[in-house]
């Protein structure tokens, strides 16, 4: 299993929009290309305002390759994504990370 850890740093006052953007849309077409929604963060004590942190899971670097393309090249994604930014950006920037699990951890 690969987790990757993801950040969105939103533009001022639109993380409501991303919240409603994954709540209402994107978790699930993530599963539908089997991408497992580990969790989903902000953070409440830190610098930090504007940014949702959340874990996705894939079975492994092809699996993950594929998906995220697939996702990407989603049409309903796509017109999810337009509709939500019709009054501009939500997203400034998109910080990424790829965890493989150690042979102790607990979460495999």
């Known amino acids: 299993m690969i987790y990757e850890t ?5 533009h001022p006052g639109k993380l409501p929009n991303l919240h409603d953007r994954f709540r209402n849309h994107t978790m699930r077409i993530f599963e539908k290309f089997g ?8 953070s ?8 949702l942190t959340y874990i996705i899971a894939f079975e492994n670097q092809g699996h ?5 393309n697939d996702f990407r090249n989603d049409v309903e994604w796509n017109k ?7 009054e501009g950006p939500i997203v400034k920037r998109v910080f990424n990370n790829l965890l493989i699990p ?4 607990p979460l495999q």
Not at 80 to 86: D, G, I, N, W, Y
Not at 102 to 105: E, G, H, Q, R
Request: hydrophobic share 25%; glycine share 6%; proline share 0%.
């Open 80 to 86: 999810v994504r337009t509709e939500s930014e019709l």
């Open 102 to 105: 150690t042979d102790y951890s």
């Open 64 to 68: 993950r390759e594929k998906a995220w």
């Open 6 to 10: 993801r950040i969105y740093e939103t």
């Open 35 to 42: 991408i497992k929604n580990i969790g989903y963060w902000t």
């Open 44 to 51: 409440e004590v830190g610098e930090y305002s504007d940014r």
